[in-house]
């Protein structure tokens, strides 16, 4: 399987923040703080998790998640953790 690219999966990230978190789609950029800037709660948080792990086949440890405070932490795991 091809792997993603940065804008896929920022896309990706994006259509499932605005499902699962009611996010504005133009609200979504690289430096947007999921809490701070998007208002993802730690509930939604894990949701969004448990969606980006099945679209994009990675798996994201608990600890990482605590790690992951901006879009871009979450497209740059995603990246590099892309089979």
Do not use: R
């Not at 809490?35 to 948080?45: G, P």
């Not at 979450?74 to 990246?79: E, H, Q, T």
């Amino acid at each position: 399987m091809a792997k993603n690219t940065t804008e896929e999966i920022t896309e990706g990230l994006t259509e499932i923040l605005e499902e699962v978190a009611g996010v504005n789609p133009d609200d979504v950029a690289a430096e947007k703080s999921f809490t701070d800037d998007l208002d993802v709660d730690s509930l939604a948080m894990v949701e969004v998790v448990v969606a980006a792990e099945e679209k994009f086949g990675v798996k994201i440890p608990d600890e990482e998640v605590a790690n992951l405070k901006t879009v871009k932490d979450a497209v740059d795991y995603i990246s590099n953790h892309q089979e």
